[in-house]
C-alpha cells in the first residue's frame, strides 16, 4: 500500500533566498534587535531602562549600543540628571527603515 500524498506534499516549495538576502546583518544578534525594537515606539530610552528591559549587564548593552551606533541605526546622547550622568539611545531614520526591512523579511521567511 502506497502511502497517500498531502496536498502540501506536491505544493512547490517558495523560494526564500530573496528573504534571506534583506534580513539585516547588524540585526541577527537577539540583543541588537531587542534594542532597536524598544527605541521603535518612543523618541529616546535611558540606558538603565534598556539594560533592565533586556535583562543583559551594562557591558553588553554599551558593547551592542555603540556597533549599533557604528551602523548609523542608534544614536547616544549623554548628559546629566542633577549631578548623575545619564546616557540616552534613539533609533535614527535610517535604523527604524531597517528595522522594518528585517522584520518584514522575518515575516516572510516565517510564512505570513
Not at 19 to 29: G, H, T, V, Y
Not at 39 to 61: C, H, I, P
Amino acid at each position: 500500500m502506497t502511502p497517500k500524498k498531502s496536498s502540501t506534499d506536491e505544493e512547490p516549495i517558495p523560494h526564500l533566498g530573496d528573504s534571506l538576502a534583506r534580513l539585516e546583518p547588524d540585526l541577527n544578534n537577539p540583543t541588537r534587535l531587542g534594542i532597536v525594537s524598544s527605541l521603535k515606539n518612543r523618541d529616546r530610552a535611558e540606558f538603565k531602562l534598556l539594560r533592565d528591559s533586556l535583562g543583559v549587564s551594562d557591558s553588553v548593552l554599551s558593547r551592542h549600543i555603540s556597533a549599533l551606533e557604528k551602523t548609523e541605526m542608534v544614536e547616544v546622547k549623554k548628559g546629566y540628571v542633577g549631578k548623575r550622568p545619564r546616557t540616552w539611545v534613539s533609533i535614527t531614520g535610517e535604523g527604524a527603515k531597517r528595522l522594518e526591512a528585517h522584520v518584514r523579511a522575518l515575516r516572510e521567511l516565517a510564512g505570513g
